[in-house]
């Protein structure tokens, strides 16, 4: 894989469905010029959310993380791009939307750290774990964006 298919796994939290704000969040990747290879719309189970957030399991706010999480529909995403792992954090903004600057996903769309409508990959390493988690192979689709040369000049 060169430089420009870097992936990052990317999921609409059951508050940004429920606040209607999914075409919002989506429109900020499509227009950064990210290439969205895989979505699905759908409730998330127990043990796959647990999966998920393995990492936190021995946290306090993880018994309420895992109850906001199945509280309604998500949509994770896969999306393709240069640096599209740590732009895509960039774009979200911190974990806290208070400590999140204007112009960031979280900055701009939510308030509270329980309600923090995005999830996004950390590190590349996590994001092919995480992408293998949600989707199967044939779920990511190939194709090349007709837009390609004019967002990258090489
Ligand atoms: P991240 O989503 O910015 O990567 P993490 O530390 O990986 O942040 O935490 C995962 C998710 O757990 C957060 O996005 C948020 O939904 C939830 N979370 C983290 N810390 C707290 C907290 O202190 N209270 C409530 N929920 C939290
Ligand atoms: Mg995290």
Redesign the pocket.
């Known amino acids: 894989m060169s430089a420009n298919t870097e992936r990052t796994f990317i999921m609409l939290k059951p508050d940004a469905v429920q606040r209607g704000i999914v075409g919002e969040i989506i429109r900020r990747f499509e227009a950064k010029g990210f290439k969205l290879v895989a979505m699905k719309f759908m409730m998330a189970s127990e043990d796959l959310l647990k999966k998920h957030?393995a990492d936190?399991a021995a946290?306090p706010?993880f018994p309420?993380?895992i109850k906001?999480m199945q509280m309604g529909p998500v949509v994770p995403m896969v999306w393709e791009g240069l640096n599209a792992v740590k732009t895509g954090r960039v774009m979200?903004g911190?974990?806290n939307p208070a400590e999140s600057k204007p112009g960031t996903i979280r900055g701009d769309l939510c308030i509270q750290?329980?309600r923090?409508i995005i999830?996004?990959s950390?590190s590349v390493e996590t994001a092919k774990r995480e992408i293998d988690l949600w989707f199967r192979p044939e779920e990511l689709v190939d194709y090349k964006p007709s837009q390609y040369e004019w967002v990258y000049e090489n």
Do not use: K, P, S, V
């Open positions: 957030y936190l946290r706010f309420g993380l906001y979200l911190e974990t750290t329980g923090n999830h996004g950390d």
